[in-house]
């Protein structure tokens, strides 16, 4: 069985400022990981993953997550952030040896960027 | 193509009473799988379909609840006697299924039990 954890359930950040989405897992087994974004009155929508590869992976919207299998995180980061990053963010996870491959989200972390 | 949709986008219903909730997966996506998301919360895993057959069934929290896949397209998630615990919003998503793991989500329809 996997948990995952967002510490922050919330982040207030004002426009163009930096930001970081914590998110640490625990598993017994190899994972693959994927945040989510959730746009106000939207559904759930892929924003990166890793499954294998580089542990930089990287958004077309100039968010990016780093894969640190030894703190078992998966840290959500964007240098820059626009009015339009408002919204809340998932960190989920599955076992890569699963059929199926269910996922298992954290409770999310809610971005209200500021002017 | 088109994305994952979900009819009804909305539903308010008595305690008690029966609901459907429908899914329309992504044409060619065998995997189909329903979460629940509860204000303030992350997804939670209910029920996952490989073509018609529903492979894990472990997140359904009790025998109220029971989904179909029977052409191995549209799924259809059912809830019985419905209880004011059930409110949530329920997330439908579909992959291709195999090797392809990324799963892409439905719009969500919105139950609300009084």
């Known amino acids: 069985a996997q948990s995952v954890t967002q510490l922050d359930s919330q982040v207030p950040v004002f426009e163009e400022a930096p930001v970081e989405l914590r998110c640490n897992y625990s598993s017994s087994v190899s994972v693959y990981l994927f945040w989510y974004v959730q746009y106000p009155n939207q559904g759930l929508q892929l924003l990166l993953k890793?499954?294998?590869?580089?542990?930089l992976v990287e958004s077309i919207n100039g968010f990016e997550a780093e894969f640190n299998k030894s703190q078992t995180s998966f840290h959500l980061r964007k240098p820059s952030v626009h009015i339009s990053d408002t919204a809340e963010y998932f960190c989920?996870?599955?076992?890569?040896?699963?059929?199926?491959?269910?996922?298992?989200f954290g409770g999310g972390t809610r971005v209200l960027v500021k002017p | 193509g088109a994305g994952v949709s979900q009819t009804p986008s909305n539903k308010v219903t008595e305690k008690g009473k029966y609901v459907e909730l429908r899914c329309d997966p992504i044409s060619g996506h065998t995997a189909l799988y329903w979460y629940r998301q509860s204000l303030g919360q992350g997804p939670e895993f209910l029920i996952y379909?490989?073509?018609?057959?529903?492979?894990?069934d472990s997140g359904l929290p009790n025998d109220r609840f029971f989904a179909v896949r029977p052409e191995g397209s549209v799924s259809t998630l059912k809830i019985q006697r419905t209880e004011r615990g059930d409110s949530a919003m329920y997330l439908c998503?579909?992959?291709?299924?195999?090797?392809?793991?990324?799963?892409?989500f439905g719009p969500g329809t919105r139950l609300t039990v009084l």
């Open positions: 998503a579909s992959s291709l299924g195999g090797a392809v793991v990324t799963q892409y």
């Open positions: 379909f490989q073509g018609t057959g529903a492979a894990d």
């Open positions: 890793y499954l294998s590869g580089s542990t």
């Open positions: 989920a996870v599955t076992s890569i040896k699963a059929a199926g491959n269910k996922l298992t």
